[in-house]
């Protein structure tokens, strides 16, 4: 029996946890064309579909909108103005439209942007009000209008997960919305619709998606299930993201990529994250850096702090980085290794190192480690953290 292999067995189960993962998962090359059946399967008879502009331009949102037109389906409109980190007053204004359709159920086709600008849409239009009323833990109590989801980027998780995180553009902090309801009711997993995505795109999602199998397993809410799921997901982003970005247009490393990255975003969505999501959506909030980049550049930083308080956790990311003969080294010497393992794969993505290379100035690091601080992502990570040492870690990423 190897030392990691004993690590692995000490670590019990908790006397409590809480599983549901409600959203059912179809994946398959070209299961696009499924969508209108699906739909109608779900009640849905005017779909409202939200996407991006450059998804339209692409024809992709055509491929979505053919077979729900073939289904019987209604299109009660299409949305496409969302950008990346959108923001609450898209949200108001994709409502609008929605409930001017008449829709009675939602598709998004895109990336995370788009997925939770979807969410939002929907608890605007079950609920009523603004979007703001409805922000927070379990405030959303009852069903929304159904949602389907056709990730075209593989790393936000969003079309599994119950979390939904806009921009408030008043106050220019991230604002989230967590429930259970938020689960879409379907994630069509379509590698083919993710072959179109740039390098860059790619290697930053993919980066979201390393950052949520590692926060998941990390955070303070873990519980077997979720360990499980995003335990075998990290070493396929591990060994298929550079591949991936290498070579878009296989569409096996893309159907690879968007299957891990729906398994780490299964677990992000019950286990939680911790310091590095609560700094990225600061840094989204503050200077608009896409989320993905920032969890890439902050997730060495993160994860360096948190080893020291979750060593045996520690060592089994560093096998799942494939560090060789992990369990001869120190703890100390672990935990460097494994930073460094993150680096040299964020390096091989060539995603940006480091803050300044994105827009964050030195005057922003202060207001950054507040919003971090105050984030709900921070309830969950496994070390105490002070405004200080979130500025120190922001400090070492700039
Ligand atoms: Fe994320």
Do not use: W
Not at 390 to 398: I, M, V
């Amino acid at each position: 029996m190897t030392h990691c292999v004993m690590i692995r067995s000490m670590i019990s189960f908790p006397e409590f946890f809480d599983f549901c993962l409600p959203t059912r998962v179809v994946a398959q090359v070209g299961a696009v064309s499924n969508v209108g059946t699906e739909a109608r399967a779900l009640g849905i008879t005017r779909a409202f579909l939200l996407t991006d502009a450059v998804l339209v331009k692409l024809g992709i949102a055509e491929q979505v909108l053919a077979p729900l037109r073939e289904a019987g389906v209604e299109i009660a409109g299409v949305f496409d103005s969302i950008p990346p980190n959108s923001e609450t007053k898209v949200v108001e204004r994709a409502a609008e439209a929605a409930r001017a359709g008449g829709a009675d159920g939602l598709v998004a086709c895109g990336g995370g942007s788009v997925m939770d600008t979807a969410k939002a849409v929907g608890i605007v239009l079950s609920r009523g009000g603004s979007i703001l009323d409805h922000q927070g833990i379990n405030v959303i109590d009852r069903p929304v209008t159904p949602l389907i989801c056709l990730p075209t980027t593989a790393g936000t998780g969003s079309e599994i997960s119950r979390f939904a995180v806009v921009k408030d553009d008043a106050s220019h902090q991230k604002i989230s919305f967590v429930s259970d309801h938020l689960c879409p009711r379907l994630a069509i997993l379509d590698a083919a619709l993710t072959t179109s995505m740039p390098p860059a795109l790619t290697a930053a999602t993919g980066m979201d998606a390393c950052t949520h199998a590692v926060e998941a397993y990390c955070s303070q809410g873990a519980g077997p299930f979720t360990d499980a799921l995003g335990m075998a997901a990290l070493p396929a982003i591990v060994e298929t993201l550079p591949k991936a970005v290498a070579d878009g247009a296989d569409v096996a490393f893309r159907a690879k990529m968007l299957i891990a990255s729906a398994m780490a975003g299964a677990a992000m969505s019950l286990a939680g994250v911790g310091c590095v999501h609560a700094m990225a959506h600061a840094c989204g909030g503050r200077r608009n850096v896409p989320h993905g980049v920032a969890n890439s550049i902050l997730l060495p930083h993160g994860l360096g702090f948190n080893a020291e308080a979750i060593p045996e956790k520690a060592s089994v990311l560093a096998a799942k980085f494939g560090i060789a003969e992990c369990e001869k080294m120190s703890a100390g010497a672990r935990a460097e290794r494994l930073v460094a393992a993150v680096r040299d794969l964020s390096g091989a993505c060539r995603v940006p190192q480091r803050l300044r290379d994105v827009g964050v100035v030195t005057g922003d690091l202060d207001a950054i480690a507040e919003d971090a601080l105050a984030d709900g992502a921070m309830f969950f990570n496994p070390r105490p953290a002070e405004a200080a040492d979130l500025r120190k870690l922001l400090e070492a990423a700039f």
